[in-house]
Nanobody, 128 residues
Framework: QARLVESGGGLVQPGGSLRLSCTAS????????MAWFRQAPGKEREGVSC????????YYSDSVQGRFKISRDRAKNELYLQMNDLNPEDTALYYC?????????????????????WGQGTQVTVSS
C-alpha cells in the first residue's frame, strides 16, 4: 500500500526558509509523478510544484516560482520542497501527492484530481 507522510512544517518568520519532506512507502519517488499542494483556510487547494516521473520536468505555480524548489532523494525514497523567502501568503497546510501519471504538464500536474495518493499534510505558518 502506498503511503506518504509529510514533515518539516512549523512556524517561520517572513523571509525565512523551511524544507518540507515527504517520506514514501509502497512506491518509488522517481517512478511516479509527485507534487506539493497547499490549502489555506477558506481557500481551494492549490498546486505549488510537481516533478514528473523520472525527472523529465518540474513545474511551479507563479506565486512560488524562484522561491521554492522541488527535489527527490531516490536512496531515501523522499520528496522535498525547499521553501525560501517565505511570506505570510505561504501560510497553509501543505500536502504531498503522487500518481503514476502525475505531472504530465504544468496545468495537469498542479491540479489536485491528477493525483491518487495523498499525505496527511504538514502546517506551515509564516508570521512575524
Amino acid at each position: 500500500q502506498a503511503r506518504l507522510v509529510e514533515s518539516g512544517g512549523g512556524l517561520v518568520q517572513p523571509g525565512g526558509s523551511l524544507r518540507l519532506s515527504c517520506t514514501a512507502s509502497g512506491l518509488a519517488v522517481d517512478g511516479v509523478g509527485m507534487a506539493w499542494f497547499r490549502q489555506a483556510p477558506g481557500k481551494e487547494r492549490e498546486g505549488v510544484s510537481c516533478i514528473s516521473k523520472r525527472g523529465i520536468a518540474t513545474y511551479y505555480s507563479d506565486s512560488v516560482q524562484g522561491r521554492f524548489k522541488i527535489s527527490r532523494d531516490r536512496a531515501k525514497n523522499e520528496l522535498y520542497l525547499q521553501m525560501n523567502d517565505l511570506n505570510p501568503e505561504d501560510t497553509a497546510l501543505y500536502y504531498c501527492a503522487a500518481d503514476q501519471w502525475g505531472c504530465m504538464s504544468r496545468s495537469q500536474g498542479l491540479d489536485p484530481p491528477a493525483y491518487l495518493d495523498w499525505g496527511q499534510g504538514t502546517q506551515v505558518t509564516v508570521s512575524s
